[in-house]
């Protein structure tokens, strides 16, 4: 409780603080909700980034480092906000649409680790403008690793500091400008205790013997490349299993890549544009015409009206298309194994190697309090159990899994019984 009573005194009269010690409301909780040096100015000319980025290199230790994005109001995942604290240089909020090239911020930064909570939503935004870490601590994933039953930001702070941290503001439209300032105090306190709550996870994973692991899934959220691009990314339309026609399915098509391309001109999240409710409604409709568009419940907004005439040349477009340019009922063709309820009837061994391994994992799981999924990607898992090795003793097991992007300590502990269980079989 150390850390939570330092941080009492910047208390304001209406925060309070929950639970009390030995009662059933749980440990007590600060509410933290000012930052320690205040708020400072928002970043947003060269001349006020060079001053950020002499102090900070100038200041010790690591560098808590978070972004903001504008999900669900603008398109792609753009970044709007970067938040750095590090002792020595107190916190910085740098508009990165103002100053987009922090190339000179991250090159001051190298070899200093960076500390962020679920670093692999914000780095890549982060290395748009220029940032890439040299090492990195992730917050979140370390909570994961130490089995913590809460992961978010929020939780964790709580468990490891006993500092509440308010989050009524993640969800906001981070690309308004001017922002305002409870918004700012928010991502202020984002970075003000990320380094402690690292030393208290650091020492935990010490303790539990995964420091190492941790290390290793730290390196490999670093260096991670960027995703490649997704094949036939419509058929994500939430509802798509409702449509059961190609033709139909090339309506939802027509519609996807229409909204897309607009939403991409107006920099709008594609949701805001037209809901995949409204694309499923209309390919199961189908309709001829702008009055009978419109009539369904789903395009009877203001917006979705105002541009009728643009879906509905989409729906005509799509019922056109050629019955042999219709798209695949069964998606995309791929390397992935088919889904595992087919497994039984399609490969049996393949359906008991599966069984048995996952059996494995959720034994691995509970005796190292590692969730499953941190343990050994499931898709990897599938994929080992689909087409294994020719011979699947220890050796050529951890081959395949380390092929596959699984860690050496994942490998370490997963492969061995895995050839066990197979061996059985």
């Known amino acids: 409780m150390a850390t939570a009573l330092a941080y009492r005194g910047r208390m304001r009269p209406d925060e309070h603080v929950t639970g009390t010690e030995g009662s ?20 947003a000319t060269p001349g006020a980034l060079a001053d950020v980025v002499e102090a900070f290199g100038a200041a010790t230790g690591p560098v808590a480092v978070d972004a903001e994005r504008a999900s669900g109001y603008r398109y792609g995942q ?24 922090l190339s000179a911020l991250s090159a001051a930064l190298v070899g200093v680790e960076w500390v962020l909570h679920a670093a692999s939503q914000d780095l890549p935004g ?65 970075v003000e205790v990320l380094v402690e709550v690292r030393e208290v996870l650091a020492e935990r994973l010490a303790l539990a013997g995964k420091a190492e692991w941790a290390a290793q899934e730290f390196e490999a959220v670093r260096t991670a490349p960027p995703p490649g691009p997704r094949t036939d990314p419509w058929r994500r339309v939430s509802g798509l299993h409702q449509v059961r026609d190609a033709r139909r399915l090339a309506v939802v098509r027509e519609l996807w890549e229409t909204r897309d391309r607009n939403a991409r001109e107006r920099d709008i999240s594609p949701g805001r544009v037209l809901p995949d409710a409204a694309i499923v409604a209309a390919a199961q ?38 019955d042999a ?15 595992p309820r087919a497994w039984a009837d399609r490969d049996p061994e393949a359906a008991a190697r599966l069984a048995a391994a996952r059996d494995v994992v959720a034994e691995l799981s509970t005796r190292w309090t590692v969730p499953a999924e941190n343990l050994l990607q499931p898709d990897l898992l599938r994929r080992l159990c689909w087409a294994p090795p020719e011979r699947l ?33």
Do not use: C, N
């Open 24 to 43: 059933s409301t749980g440990p007590v909780v600060v509410a933290l909700t000012e930052p320690a040096d205040g708020i400072p100015d928002v970043v």
């Open 78 to 101: 753009r970044t709007y906000l970067v938040q750095l604290r590090r002792e020595g240089a107190g916190t910085a909020l740098i508009d990165p649409i103002a100053v987009p090239d």
């Open 126 to 190: 982060l290395a748009e403008q220029g940032m890439r870490p040299s090492r990195v601590f992730d917050t979140e994933l370390a909570a994961r690793l130490l089995g913590m039953e809460r992961v978010g930001l929020a939780a964790v702070v709580a468990d490891t500091l006993g500092l509440g941290l308010a989050k009524e503001h993640s969800a906001v439209d981070w690309s308004t400008r001017p922002l305002p300032t409870e918004w700012l105090r928010y991502a202020v306190l984002d």
């Open 285 to 322: 409709a189908l309709p001829r015409s702008v009055p009978e568009l419109t009539a369904l419940p789903q395009f009877s907004g203001k917006g979705t009206r105002r541009r009728a005439t643009l879906w509905q040349s989409a729906i005509d477009r799509g019922r056109a298309v050629p």
């Open 325 to 339: 340019e219709l798209p695949s009922l069964r998606g995309p063709k791929s390397d992935a194994p088919p889904p």
């Open 393 to 425: 003793d220890e050796t050529s097991v951890a081959e395949a899994l380390a092929a596959g992007g699984a860690r050496a300590w994942q490998v370490e502990l997963v492969a061995p019984r895995l050839a066990e269980v197979f061996a059985d079989l």
